[in-house]
Nanobody, 121 residues
Framework: VQLQASGGGLTQAGGSLRLSCAAS????????MGWYRQAPGKQRELVAL???????NYADSVKGRFTISRDNAKNTVYLQMNSLKPEDTAVYSC????????????????WGQGTQVTVSS
């Protein structure tokens, strides 16, 4: 299983970016998918999660500005980030939780590589 993230970059405050993360492999099912972020000198924090049924959970700091969505057929999760602030600057990592594959009865969490988001003031 691989998670491939894309869409990070540099923008000014007030700008927008869209992150994507696609899971590939012999995937049977995925529970929640989402994004965490880690800024320099800070702990990793949850940004947003979405279940296979479409239920969402957001960090208070991004509510009303970020929108998470998911395409179950493509095993892909998206994060639309609007009204970006300098404090949103961080490495964003995607996660696929409770992921099941054809060759293993267990369910595990898989992480994608981080993508840098930088917001200038």
């Amino acid at each position: 299983v691989q998670l491939q993230a894309s869409g990070g970059g540099l923008t000014q405050a007030g700008g927008s970016l869209r992150l994507s993360c696609a899971a590939s492999g012999s995937i049977v099912s995925i529970g929640a998918m989402g994004w965490y972020r880690q800024a320099p000198g800070k702990q990793r924090e949850l940004v947003a999660l979405i279940t296979s049924a479409g239920s969402t959970n957001y960090a208070d700091s991004v509510k009303g500005r970020f929108t998470i969505s998911r395409d179950n057929a493509k095993n892909t999760v998206y994060l639309q980030m609007n009204s970006l602030k300098p404090e949103d600057t961080a490495v964003y990592s995607c996660v696929a939780e409770r992921l099941a594959v054809k060759t293993d009865p267990g369910q595990y969490a898989y992480w994608g590589q981080g993508t840098q988001v930088t917001v200038s003031s």
